[in-house]
């Protein structure tokens, strides 16, 4: 992944559309987003225009519409925002970050589980 990546929650709405199924066309997004967040075409269409000029989406001319596609994937994009709010907020701390939900008492039965199978999923590796 080219440089850091970094996307609002409208970037993240559109990011999420095309992660879903790609390509798809303007009227498509303006559809999609009209349905999940209530936005207009020249919403959706200022904030495809933004992503594009970041290098975060492009578009190919199709027969009849643009068809919009990222080349970002998901799993580098999410691991680069959960390592940046790491680093913001716990000072880059797994443990920290761990204990505030214990300590807060927000882990339920299921968490422990899940957390006990990928602590010994990491020591397999």
Same mark, same amino acid.
């Given at each position: 992944?080219?440089?850091?990546?970094?996307?609002?929650?409208?970037?993240?709405?559109?990011?999420?559309?095309?992660?879903?199924?790609?390509?798809?066309?303007?009227?498509?997004?303006?559809?999609?987003?009209?349905?999940?967040?209530?936005?207009?075409?020249?919403?959706?269409?200022?904030?495809?225009?933004?992503?594009?000029?970041?290098?975060?989406?492009?578009?190919?001319?199709? &027969?009849?519409?643009? @068809?919009?596609?990222? +080349? #970002?994937?998901?799993?580098?994009?999410? =691991?680069?925002?959960? %390592?940046?709010?790491?680093?913001?907020?716990?000072?880059?701390?797994?443990?920290?970050?761990?204990?505030?939900?214990? &300590?807060?008492?927000? @882990?339920?039965?299921? +968490? #422990?589980?899940?957390?006990?199978?990928? =602590?010994?999923?990491? %020591?397999?590796?």
């Amino acid at each position: 992944m080219n440089g850091n990546i970094s996307l609002n929650n409208s970037e993240w709405c559109i990011m999420e559309a095309l992660w879903q199924k790609q390509p798809k066309t303007l009227m498509q997004l303006v559809y999609e987003m009209k349905e999940k967040q209530g936005w207009s075409k020249s919403t959706t269409n200022t904030i495809l225009r933004r992503m594009q000029e970041k290098g975060h989406i492009r578009y190919e001319e199709g &027969e009849k519409a643009r @068809l919009y596609f990222t +080349d #970002l994937k998901r799993e580098a994009v999410v =691991l680069q925002e959960t %390592e940046s709010f790491l680093k913001r907020t716990y000072g880059g701390s797994l443990g920290l970050l761990v204990n505030t939900f214990v &300590e807060s008492n927000q @882990l339920t039965e299921a +968490d #422990l589980e899940e957390l006990r199978q990928i =602590l010994h999923k990491a %020591e397999d590796r």
